[in-house]
């Protein structure tokens, strides 16, 4: 008989202890080990049931989930699952949470104690399966490496180009690893798709724009793209370009998902091949599905070039691997090196 996913639940709640235990242990193939109310207890469970996954709520007392999770990675590295609030603080701690090593997060419906935490059963229990197959070592030693990139300092005296990133599970700890290598006054726009729930887009540009040197925001109806920009695909809407004159523009819109998903990196590829043809570089990073694959195909037949992140260093590969089995790809890459090659594409 298959061994069932231990799974240690750390929120300050009895309720929401309780909720969460019930949604896990609906599924046969997981089991709840235990519960914990505050950061001390977590460390010491995760030391004496050695849980393959822990759900971790942000906004625990004495010592916060951030400050939490940052001892478990020191002390007894876990696959860890944020929770977390609604809110502009909750978006901003869910994106430091990803940095440290958490692999997922899932954004509470309605606050810290989210009753209607039951509808999201589906996707809690399948993020804690996804996070158990995950090779941790390999996960935190390929963001390592990644941080240990080194960073170029030389002014770009290449072409502009415009690089469309797309990410899902795992992505915003990838993104953030690969724009630190940026510089920024390199001479190309980027797109940047990631698959979040609403609310974290904006505190997710923000970090990308505090933490590298390439300027980011929240893509805006009417933002003009220029180079040395990075424009964050807002979730719940499509990021398309326009031509206008002579300039090029991002325009939102609130058509039906593609993939499953909005925004889609599909859709955002398609509309700028009509405008910059061979002259993209796409960029297929972690992430569950097949969202990327028609974009990264059109890019392919208008003569640009498309890399992805390569399996070893991915949380889940299903994205970059679609492409790559469609035969799409100049280089499967380790994150580290995404960034070195992208600089120089950039310069040819």
């Given at each position: 008989?298959?061994?069932?996913?231990?799974?240690?639940?750390?929120?300050?709640?009895?309720?929401?202890?309780?909720?969460?235990?019930?949604?896990?242990?609906?599924?046969?193939?997981?089991?709840?080990?235990?519960?914990?109310?505050?950061?001390?207890?977590?460390?010491?469970?995760?030391?004496?049931?050695?849980?393959?996954?822990?759900?971790?709520?942000?906004?625990?007392?004495?010592?916060?989930?951030?400050?939490?999770?940052?001892?478990?990675?020191?002390?007894?590295?876990?696959?860890?699952?944020?929770?977390?609030?609604?809110?502009?603080?909750?978006?901003?701690?869910?994106?430091?949470?990803?940095?440290?090593?958490?692999?997922?997060?899932?954004?509470?419906?309605?606050?810290?104690?989210?009753?209607?935490?039951?509808?999201?059963?589906?996707?809690?229990?399948?993020?804690?399966?996804?996070?158990?197959?995950v090779d941790l070592s390999k996960y935190l030693s390929a963001f390592r490496a990644a941080g240990l990139a080194a960073k170029e300092e030389e002014k770009n005296v290449g072409v502009k180009r415009l690089v469309?990133?797309?990410?899902?599970?795992?992505?915003?700890?990838?993104?953030?690893?690969?724009?630190?290598?940026?510089?920024?006054?390199?001479?190309?726009?980027?797109?940047?798709?990631?698959?979040?729930?609403?609310?974290?887009?904006?505190?997710?540009?923000?970090?990308?724009?505090?933490?590298?040197?390439?300027?980011?925001?929240?893509?805006?109806?009417?933002?003009?793209?220029?180079?040395?920009?990075?424009?964050?695909?807002?979730?719940?809407?499509?990021?398309?370009?326009?031509?206008?004159?002579?300039?090029?523009?991002?325009?939102?819109?609130?058509?039906?998902?593609?993939?499953?998903?909005?925004?889609?990196?599909?859709?955002?590829?398609?509309?700028?091949?009509?405008?910059?043809?061979?002259?993209?570089?796409?960029?297929?990073?972690?992430?569950?599905?097949?969202?990327?694959?028609?974009?990264?195909?059109?890019?392919?037949?208008?003569?640009?070039?498309?890399?992805?992140?390569?399996?070893?260093?991915?949380?889940?590969w299903g994205m970059p691997g679609s492409v790559s089995k469609a035969g799409l790809t100049e280089g499967a890459l380790p994150l580290s090196q995404i960034a070195e090659v992208l600089i120089k594409c950039?310069?040819?």
């Amino acid at each position: 008989m298959e061994d069932k996913v231990k799974v240690l639940v750390v929120d300050d709640s009895f309720l929401m202890r309780r909720i969460i235990s019930d949604i896990v242990n609906s599924d046969p193939h997981l089991e709840v080990v235990g519960k914990a109310k505050d950061g001390e207890e977590a460390l010491e469970k995760i030391a004496s049931l050695n849980p393959d996954v822990v759900t971790l709520d942000i906004n625990l007392p004495v010592k916060n989930g951030i400050d939490v999770l940052n001892d478990i990675m020191k002390s007894r590295p876990t696959k860890v699952i944020m929770l977390s609030a609604y809110t502009r603080a909750g978006a901003s701690a869910t994106i430091r949470a990803l940095e440290l090593g958490a692999v997922d997060f899932i954004a509470k419906p309605s606050g810290e104690i989210s009753l209607g935490l039951d509808k999201l059963k589906n996707e809690i229990i399948a993020k804690i399966k996804l996070a158990a197959n995950v090779d941790l070592s390999k996960y935190l030693s390929a963001f390592r490496a990644a941080g240990l990139a080194a960073k170029e300092e030389e002014k770009n005296v290449g072409v502009k180009r415009l690089v469309i990133i797309g990410a899902s599970t795992g992505g915003p700890k990838a993104i953030l690893s690969l724009m630190r290598c940026i510089p920024g006054d390199i001479d190309a726009a980027f797109l940047i798709v990631q698959h979040m729930p609403k609310g974290f887009t904006l505190s997710f540009a923000e970090r990308l724009s505090w933490e590298t040197g390439v300027r980011a925001k929240e893509a805006e109806e009417g933002d003009v793209l220029d180079s040395s920009k990075a424009f964050v695909a807002p979730a719940g809407s499509h990021m398309v370009l326009v031509r206008n004159n002579n300039q090029v523009k991002i325009k939102l819109n609130q058509d039906p998902p593609v993939n499953f998903v909005r925004p889609s990196i599909d859709v955002t590829m398609l509309s700028a091949v009509e405008i910059f043809g061979k002259d993209i570089i796409g960029v297929i990073l972690t992430g569950m599905g097949k969202d990327g694959l028609e974009g990264a195909r059109k890019i392919k037949e208008a003569g640009g070039k498309i890399f992805i992140q390569d399996e070893e260093s991915s949380v889940v590969w299903g994205m970059p691997g679609s492409v790559s089995k469609a035969g799409l790809t100049e280089g499967a890459l380790p994150l580290s090196q995404i960034a070195e090659v992208l600089i120089k594409c950039i310069r040819e």
